[in-house]
């Protein structure tokens, strides 16, 4: 299983930015994707999350509205549409899948939010 995100930076805010997660080695269109996040100093928290064919989708209550994930099934991709960025949003976001009794991570992007 590899998951790897892209997508992060530096944005003022107010600003967005979409992240993706390109996962290999599982079949993709099977499983429940979910994004995290981790700021400096604190514990990794739930952002969002999609059902396999993408017909069930939930968020954290501090982005609900500002946040969209969708998956692309066929290029085996999530994404993370971030809008209205407030500097809170700072963090380190990886993208999650559960296979198997074990947890699979990527290695995280960075999003930093800053005037």
């Known amino acids: 299983v590899q998951l790897v995100e892209s997508g992060g930076g530096l944005v003022q805010p107010g600003g967005s930015l979409t992240l993706s997660c390109a996962a290999s080695?599982?079949?993709?269109?099977?499983?429940?994707m979910t994004w995290h996040r981790q700021a400096p100093g604190k514990e990794r928290e739930f952002v969002a999350t999609i059902a396999s064919a993408g017909s069930s989708i939930n968020y954290s209550n501090s982005v609900k509205g500002r946040f969209t994930i969708s998956r692309d099934n066929a290029k085996n991709t999530v994404y993370l549409q971030m809008n209205s960025l407030k500097p809170d949003d700072t963090a380190v976001y990886y993208c999650n899948v559960y296979r198997r009794g074990h947890d699979y991570w990527g290695q995280g992007t960075q999003v930093t939010v800053s005037s």
């Open positions: 080695g599982f079949t993709f269109s099977s499983y429940v």
